[in-house]
């Protein structure tokens, strides 16, 4: 299939080693100001089972483009007013979930997303200019600051859905392993060769597990980690009341009981194994393959 030219200047934005210098200072604020773990947490959507910046989106784009049907109407000034500053008012918590999600991504993906942001900030401004414009009665200015900026939140959504299915950020690396992975019961090895309370990586043909030992029990999870495919098995034991795995690139961690998400970025649960040990050989099965 031929490429838009328009994905050609996108992929150049992703090598644009340029912005790195402002992606490290930006990512230094929000890590500074967002920085309880619940915070994060509640920022990422680990109570929703996903990200929550694409939901919250919802208020302040269909604010405003509710507002720009309002503007082609007559007597609709108290209306369209309304909605651009409810419109306002709510990018606020949004821009908050959107970098934090966004302050843990990779290099490409962090490219793209600084303009997505710088570009969401410009059409705020201009939405919040627009607000101020209309209480002063000046409709006419109002209605052209709001309609440029619906034409840079456009714009910058269009980079939102590139970060998102071009370049797969925000969705669940994880899930391959449920259509990839065989039925049954296959083994990954002896128990004799699982050390105890640690980490170790096992396979099944191409699919790689993180597997952990503890006594004669055997706890087992999809390798790549559900956030962008960080290698758990390579990440550090966290043991408290229930055992867990962190991932060594950016700490989202797992219990490896249940495969649940304890702490983001990640939303998504990591598949889960079912195991069991016959004749000193490990087996596991997935239970939703
Ligand atoms: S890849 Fe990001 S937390 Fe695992």
Sequence with gaps: MREIPLFKLIERLETAAALDPVIRRVKGVVDGVIRPQWLRDTLHG??????????????????????????????THVGARTLVGVGVAAAIPTALAGYTDWARLHDRQLRVGIVHSAATLVATGLYAASFLQRAKGRHGSGKALSFTGLAVVSAAAFLGGHLSYRQAAGVNHAVDTLERFPRGWHPIGSLADLDEGRLMRRSVGELLLVVYRRGEHVMALSDACSH??????????VVGDEPCVECPWHASTFSLISGDVVRGPATANQPRFDTRVVAGTVEVHLPEA
């Design 228 to 237: 962008l495919s960080g290698p758990l098995s390579e990440g550090r034991l």
């Design 46 to 75: 680990v109570w929703v089972g996903h990200p929550l910046h694409p939901i919250a989106v919802q208020v302040p784009v269909g604010a405003w483009m509710s507002a720009g049907i309002l503007d082609l109407l007559p007597r």
